[in-house]
């Protein structure tokens, strides 16, 4: 019994060093840009770079739109097969887990051919219409996330009861959606928005390949070019990404949309 | 003209047809009972009331008004789920407020009528609770204030009782019965406990297959049942076979015995086969006991059940249950005894399938 602890202390801690020393090795090399002495140069630099600061920008607002495109589309969707299509939910749960096993480079080329600028939709015959296509990518990237958080939070709260519930108090559906369902999943929907906005923030292939200013691009970019700035740049990843987990941790911590039930 | 019709109501999902020429009028104030197993399509009759489903065949009215082409918010109707179906994001104020303000009114009669039905389930003290702060019982009574508020004309119930333990059960169906007599809403429960229905209901559905097998006052139900199945489902029966002895005369024989019906044989010859129905509880061992007939059997168990002693005796090869009522001096039968079951002939009722 105390060797199985023992073992188990040596896999956890086997666990971490594995995860956190080139974590720390990484951070240590930033603080390193100024000779003999720690410093945030490095940082510094970074955050003074326009680049920088556009790439951030653009890939922010991608993740936002993402969000909210992705939501509108996953919200619904979640909903209605719960409460009128049940039978076609493995279907809509195969689609959904699609985007993790076919590559991203595939989807993106497959777009390229589908909505060039010759094609009968030629999304990517202008700048909007290619920050439309790159929108629609990271949606369908982030789509098996999105749809488990938002499916999950509806099956705690039994969507079908309470859809009755309200139309026999005399709700129409806008009402039904916007006061009695959209509040009680909005763990879910939060949880699936951190997700999304961690992917959107460090996807490399979809912006590169489609070819807009977005933030993982710029990682690439920097890391291809300079020594200490791309370690600044992956602590700084880390510390988005980071900050999207304990978000969530703490918007599922802190529901209180508790579901009534027996 | 009553007030809620159910008129040839058919139902079907695929090919299976679950609700099959359901007729049923309902009078203003009246509460009524759909009593059945799993499965009978009592909930599916709730369901199309509420507009939840549509049926298949057949209208319901309510007030002389049509409801087949109105949608489920159109209705005005409340109702009460088994899984209490309260809104998590809001408080016990505003889930009984809610259908209310969907109906846009104003603020100061949303206030006054919240406040009146959360005094009439007593529970104002905890306006400001959400649901899963609360107890099953008291979720069910913001449930039913909130199914109340907006002055339904019809009030559906579906099991909401059935989650709940058997203590609160008892008083909460108590507290549904006697605010449903202060408002005289006309009210439809669902239920498969039979005790719930008998004990609440002005009249009783029961159901079976898709169909009504008998409906009636609570006491119609249990003493007269119709069927066979009502017999076996409301209230626990023994079902004895018995042959005719004199038609003319209006006996039976079960085993030995030979035992005068009160109610009339009919069209059946020396011989035939003949069910007929008895309450454990219609007998008595008791010589003085006013029984203007008798069967002898011999004793098979006893057990002692609290309240009363329940003994099973063979009769011609009919396992025959009675119950007796628990005294300090009650002696239990014992396995093989010979006993004389005193009853009288008004309480054997002829089982037509």
Known sequence: MKTQKILAWIAIAIGVIYFFVPLIGTFEFSLRMRRGEYSADAYQSVFSDMQFRETFGFSMVMALLTIIFGM???VPTAYWVRLRLPQIRPVIEFITLLPLVIPAIVIVFGYLRLYNSSSWIPFTGSTSGTNALLVLSYITLSLPYMYRAVDTAMRAIDVRTLTEAAEILGAKWPTIMLRCIFPNVM????????????????????????????????????GANKAYEPAALAVIAFAITWLSMGLLQLVSRFSKMAPSRP | MS??????????????????????????????????PSGCGKTTVLR??????????????INGKNQNRLKTNQRNIGMVFQAYALFPNMNVFDNVAFGL?????????IETRVKEMLALIRLDHLADRYPYQMSGGQQQRVALARALAPKPQVLLLDEPLSALDAKIRVSLREEIRQIQRQLGITTVFVTHDQEEALSISDRIVVMNAGRAEQIGTPSEIYNRPNTRFVASFVGTLNIIEATVADPSANTVKVGDNTVRLR????????????SIALRPEAGSLSESAKGDTAIVGKVISSHFLGSVIRTKMDVGGNQISFDMFNAPDAVLPQPGEVLTLRFSSGDFLIVRD
């Not at chain 1, 906005?197 to 070819?211: C, H, R």
């Not at chain 2, 303000?101 to 009669?109: C, L, N, S």
Request: aromatic share 10%; charged share 20%; glycine share 10%.
């Open chain 1, 72 to 74: 509108l589309l996953v």
């Open chain 1, 187 to 222: 763990s879910g929907v939060l949880s699936g928005a951190f997700i999304t906005f961690a992917i959107v923030m460090g996807e490399f292939t979809m912006a590169a390949l489609l070819n807009r200013p977005a933030f993982g691009p710029y990682l690439q970019l920097v």
């Open chain 2, 3 to 36: 007030f809620l019709v159910l008129d040839n109501i058919k139902k079907s999902f695929g090919q299976t047809q679950v609700v099959k020429d359901f007729n049923m009028s309902i009078e203003k104030g009246e509460f009524v009972s759909f009593l059945g």
């Open chain 2, 48 to 61: 199309m009331i509420a507009g939840f489903e549509n049926p298949s065949d057949g209208t319901i009215s």
């Open chain 2, 101 to 109: 303000k969907v109906a846009g009114k104003p603020k100061e009669e």
């Open chain 2, 263 to 274: 109610e009339p044989i009919g069209a059946l010859n020396v011989d035939d086969k003949i």
